[in-house]
């Protein structure tokens, strides 16, 4: 038995098993893990309404029917091709019956198989005191990737690591790309998923050194960032990524394409729209939509609507100085690299 969820710790092990229903892993897991459930979602259900309504005793008979032949499935299915020397991490929910009821019969196998002690609850401790407690946290030197709609910030984004540079992609992280036609991802992960993926693509970098994080609010579509991250953005200096008006309308009609042919989707963003607009401004938004002029659109949704809220935003951010985006990607990422390092020296 072990209580190490480390990642390094995790990378020792063949396989990561999460013995849980298919609903609960979905939810969240470990890093890496994989579903081999003792009882599904449906099972579960049944078994502990039984256990309610009717008998524990029969609720545990059945329970155990359903264990045994779901793990005799599993041992001929996705675990049928492992050797001797096969040494699995096995977790539930917290480390009692349903693990110990797979890692048994592993052993019995000959596996030298782990479980978590606590399951998966001393996974969501870790993560929680990471990434919620302002007092054990470890400081992140953040630095904020700043810039107006359809400047490249996530493009740029993406390119740092090949220039020396450690970012975090939230909006990735999030599954969450907005745009200025809405969002244009699919379904966003748990808040609690989405804070596993933070804190482990957190344990990968090197925190004594700058990271680069894309400025964001205090939420990513329906995700909250976490305190101990969104206090770090906040103090954050920024990195102001400027192009051209003309360049910036260009890049949001190419990358959100999909979006923006989308017609449902720009019909839910106007409705959206703060009322702080006038009916005039939102009723010649929602003509050019409806007459298919998009590069228009575009035009005066970024003027008179997302550039002044960016300004109203970032006004009294403390700045590291400003990068000119030209249209090459790979030059904007060298010149970030530079900054960093005027930076740290200073």
């Known amino acids: ?29 470990l890093p890496g893990a994989i579903n081999l459930p003792v009882l599904d979602d449906a099972q579960r259900a049944e078994v502990g309404t039984l256990y309610v309504q009717t008998s524990k005793f029969l609720a545990r008979r059945l329970g155990a029917a ?13 675990l049928g091709d492992r050797d001797g020397g096969f040494q ?4 539930c929910w917290r480390g009692g019956q349903r693990s110990t009821a797979m890692t048994t019969v592993m052993d019995q196998v000959g596996w030298p198989v782990t479980r978590l002690e606590g399951g998966y609850q001393t996974w969501r401790r870790t993560v929680a005191a990471a990434l919620h407690d302002l007092e054990t946290a470890p400081a992140l030197k953040l630095v904020l990737l700043d810039g107006l709609t359809g400047s490249g910030k996530t493009e740029v984004l ?4 090949d220039h020396g540079v450690q970012s975090l992609d939230l909006e990735g992280l999030a599954a969450h790309r907005g745009s200025l036609f809405g969002r244009t991802e699919a379904e966003q992960p748990s808040q609690k998923l989405f804070e596993s993926r ?14 680069v994080v894309e400025a964001e609010a205090s939420r990513i579509g329906r995700l909250t960032v976490p305190p101990v991250l969104w206090a770090a953005m906040k103090a954050a200096p920024a990195l102001r990524l400027s192009a051209p008006f003309e360049a910036r309308v260009e890049r949001v009609l190419r990358d959100y394409q999909a979006a923006t042919d989308d017609a449902a989707v720009r019909d839910a963003l106007l409705a959206r729209m703060p009322s702080h607009h006038s009916r005039e ?29 960016y300004r109203r935003a970032s006004a009294g951010s403390r700045a590291l ?26």
């Open 66 to 78: 359903l264990v045994a032949r779901n793990i005799a499935a599993h041992l001929e299915g996705a």
């Open 1 to 29: 038995m072990t209580a190490d969820v480390s990642l390094a710790a995790l990378a020792r092990y063949d396989a990561v098993i999460d013995v849980r229903s298919p609903g609960e892993f979905a939810e969240d897991h």
């Open 281 to 309: 401004r939102i009723a010649q938004w929602r003509a050019l939509s409806q007459a298919g002029d998009l590069r228009a659109l575009a035009t005066t949704l970024m003027r008179d609507h997302y550039d002044p809220a």
């Open 321 to 346: 100085g400003e990068i000119v985006m030209d249209g090459d990607v790979d030059r904007a990422a060298e010149a970030i690299s530079a900054s960093l390092s005027r930076w740290e020296r200073a």
């Open 88 to 91: 699995p991490l096995v977790y």
């Open 158 to 161: 993406s390119r740092l690591a």
């Open 198 to 211: 933070l804190y482990a693509a957190l344990a990968a970098l090197d925190l004594s050194r700058p990271v």
